[in-house]
């Protein structure tokens, strides 16, 4: 449920029109550039470049790792998924968050920690990928790394994207606007696709070494086709997101995204594979109970009469009070979902908001969703809608 948040909320902030010709990183990422403040250096053989591999998949929404849910919480939790309707808080952080649409200065850097947390995986991999005869691995870092700077684009609008990818996180840096960095993303991406694209071609001896590091290290798409597919996928949510600033390389660049192919599955982490390592959302709910099912989604929810609501939210948890000790709804009556807007208290046994609906513990073990099929196809219809591209508007939909 988290992938369709990234399509509706903070959409304004892509408002962007694109010029230059961009930067290919996997050419300008080798061993041999200095880097700057951080600790990125290269991966040093084929145990761990692979490695770094799978770190950069777990690292892309925060799973695999016992401080990830702090970090998703950070990163979408309490904003994002909050403004969007998704989900909502149900404490104030010790009153640093008296309201769900308060933000709290010192949490800013959660979208920013977890783009470098990528980076920090998916660069030394990049920069070594020729030297390793491993192009098809940096190529796929380089789509992890493109996926997350768009991320990050998303919530912070303009980045310090040329001074970012060296390694140079303290000041000073250069902030670039949106337009070059949409640029930029899109030359890598289609450098990245073309790496793979090319991959049948290669002798059977590499192919065989790129599939077993897939088969061990791979948790997100299996095989270099879905790859491939995932670095168009996002070149055509790029490009619908552009398509009300120029609209004309909008079109171009989404039929060019169409015709390289799209993802036919979900790309998606599954949450088991990593040693039965739990959702994030999990975490937040369940032990923590620092967020519920938002108001807003209760009710598109209902209204559509969506059939698996109850295999994601459960019911509340115990009686439900207004301000004057009135019960208002009894114990396990129905999924209740917070609104946005709301005055936050501490997390205690006064705490009303905590007994509202969160997340039922089979959803612990769901799928983390980077890229869901229903948005290749929403955004396909939508191409569609616009510029008559990319299929039947009513089938997509």
């Known amino acids: 449920m988290k992938t369709t948040v990234y399509l ?15 930067d290919p990183l996997l050419d300008d990422l080798n061993s041999n550039i200095e880097v700057g403040s951080g600790d990125l250096s290269i991966a040093e053989n084929y145990e761990q470049a692979a490695g770094m591999f799978l770190t950069a998949q777990q690292k892309m929404h925060d799973v695999g790792a016992s401080n990830g849910a702090h970090v998703y919480q950070v990163q979408f939790n309490i904003h994002i998924d909050n403004y969007s309707g998704y989900m909502a808080g149900t404490q104030n952080f010790s009153g640093n968050l008296p309201s769900t649409y308060r933000y709290f200065a010192q949490y800013c850097d959660g979208p920013k920690a977890s783009f470098f947390n990528v980076a920090q995986a998916a660069l030394p991999v990049m920069r070594s990928a020729a030297d390793l005869n491993l192009r098809e691995i940096g190529a796929m870092c380089n789509i992890m790394y493109c996926f997350s700077a768009l991320e990050l684009s998303d919530v912070y609008g303009p980045f310090p994207w040329t001074d970012y990818k060296n390694d140079v996180q303290e000041p000073p840096v250069t902030y ?19 790496i793979l694209k090319e991959f049948t071609s290669t002798s059977e001896e590499h192919q065989d070494t790129i599939n077993q590091i897939l088969a061990q290290y791979d948790k997100i798409c299996g095989d270099v086709k879905t790859w491939e597919q995932f670095s168009n996928s996002i070149r055509l949510r790029m490009a619908m997101r552009m398509s009300n600033v120029n609209p004309d390389r909008a079109k171009t660049e989404a039929q060019s995204a169409i015709d390289d192919g799209l993802i036919e599955k979900s790309i998606e982490y599954n949450t088991m594979v990593n040693n039965g390592t739990n959702h994030p959302l999990a975490f937040i709910s369940i032990l923590w109970n620092d967020t519920r099912i938002n108001a807003s989604l209760e009710n598109i929810m209902k209204r559509l009469k969506v059939p698996f609501m109850d295999k994601i939210f459960e019911k509340n948890s115990d009686a439900i009070r207004d301000e004057n000790g009135e019960t208002t709804w009894q114990a396990q009556q129905d999924i209740v979902g917070v609104r946005t807007g709301i005055q936050l208290t501490p997390r205690d046994d006064n705490n009303q908001y ?3 609906s969160g997340v039922t513990s ?5 799928p983390l969703a980077i ?27």
């Open 362 to 366: 089979a959803f612990a073990n769901f």
């Open 176 to 194: 670039e606007p949106m337009d070059q960095i949409y640029d930029s993303l899109f030359v890598n991406l289609k450098d990245a696709g073309k």
């Open 8 to 22: 509706s909320a903070f959409v304004f902030a892509a408002a962007i029109s694109l010029i230059g010709c961009g």
């Open 371 to 397: 890229f869901k099929l229903s948005e290749r196809y929403f955004l396909q219809a939508e191409a569609a809608l616009r510029w008559n591209i990319g299929g039947s508007v009513n089938t997509n939909y």
């Open 354 to 356: 905590t007994k509202f």
